[in-house]
């Protein structure tokens, strides 16, 4: 469960600034992507179906994923049972479940504190984000930041747990600072 965490997570950050290399395998539009083999695992363990229902013979691994995407992307990893919404703006959404589930699972909190009766489905989820997200549902603890451009933010301690446990390492090789 937790290398499938890890592959997941790595796999997200990296899908939020994809790139390019090649291969083949479930999917026609990621042969040149250098997250190939993540994005083939993520859609081996069933955790991407595609980005083109019914067909799903895509992944669009230039395109940025949405934070109800993402819901998706961590019930399907955590194996986590649907769960009935409590959030405002998610009704309709083929993803209510799953980020109901999120929510049950004390993964997501919302997205527009103190209030957090909200989930913003639609809105791009960002690296900081994708960083809490992921030390919620591995259970990490909040870590001192490695990093220089998150000071503030209420996500710092979470991407320093991140990049404490190899997660991350940066954006911005080789420094990655």
Do not use: W, Y
């Not at 997570?9 to 539009?29: I, K």
């Not at 595609?50 to 395109?63: L, T």
């Not at 690296?127 to 933010?153: C, I, K, N, Y």
């Amino acid at each position: 469960m937790r290398t499938r965490l890890i592959i997941l997570g790595a796999t997200l950050l990296v899908v939020l600034a994809a790139g390019s290399a090649g291969a083949t395998g479930f999917f026609t539009d990621d042969n040149d992507s250098i997250h190939l083999r993540s994005i083939e695992a993520i859609a081996d363990d069933g955790i991407t179906k595609g980005c083109n229902p019914p067909v799903n013979d895509m992944f669009c691994p230039k395109d940025v994923v949405t934070r109800e995407q993402m819901a998706t992307f961590l019930v399907r990893a955590l194996d986590l049972p649907a769960a009935v919404g409590s959030f405002v703006d998610t009704a309709g959404s083929v993803h209510e479940a799953d980020i109901g589930a999120l929510a049950a699972a004390g993964i997501t909190k919302g997205c527009n504190p103190p209030v957090n009766d909200m989930f913003c489905p639609r809105d791009v989820v960002t690296r900081e984000q994708m960083a809490t997200f992921l030390v919620r549902a591995m259970d990490l603890t909040a870590g001192v930041a490695s990093f220089v451009d998150p000071a503030g933010s209420v996500h710092e301690a979470d991407l320093g747990e991140l990049a404490a446990a190899g997660i991350t390492k940066g954006c911005n090789p080789p420094v990655n600072d």
